[in-house]
């Protein structure tokens, strides 16, 4: 599956990096996370599209990204949570 490389940076700035970075690499997955969910946006194409066994195909990979996306995005949202004290 495809994993953007910018989403394993900011994983990696949250659980190793500098502490003072923490809330700006989550931004940036709230970014990240936004401009994936515009593959919404391409997904009316795929109507378009002749070969139905493509279509679906491409609709199926892209709901895994998207679907992939939101789970990392929701697990870095409650590691920022715990971080700045908002949950235990």
Do not use: W
């Not at 910018?6 to 190793?16: D, K, P, R, Y």
């Not at 401009?35 to 946006?41: E, I, L, S």
């Amino acid at each position: 599956m495809y994993i953007p490389k910018t989403t394993t940076l900011v994983e990696s700035i949250i659980t190793h990096g500098n502490t003072n970075c923490i809330t700006d690499a989550g931004v940036a997955a709230e970014l990240i996370n936004t401009a994936v969910r515009g593959a919404y946006n391409a997904c009316i194409n795929l109507l378009d599209i002749k070969n139905k066994a493509v279509a679906t195909d491409l609709k199926a990979k892209t709901s895994k990204i998207l679907e992939n996306i939101r789970q990392r995005c929701d697990a870095i949202r409650q590691i920022l949570a715990i971080a700045i004290k908002m949950e235990s």
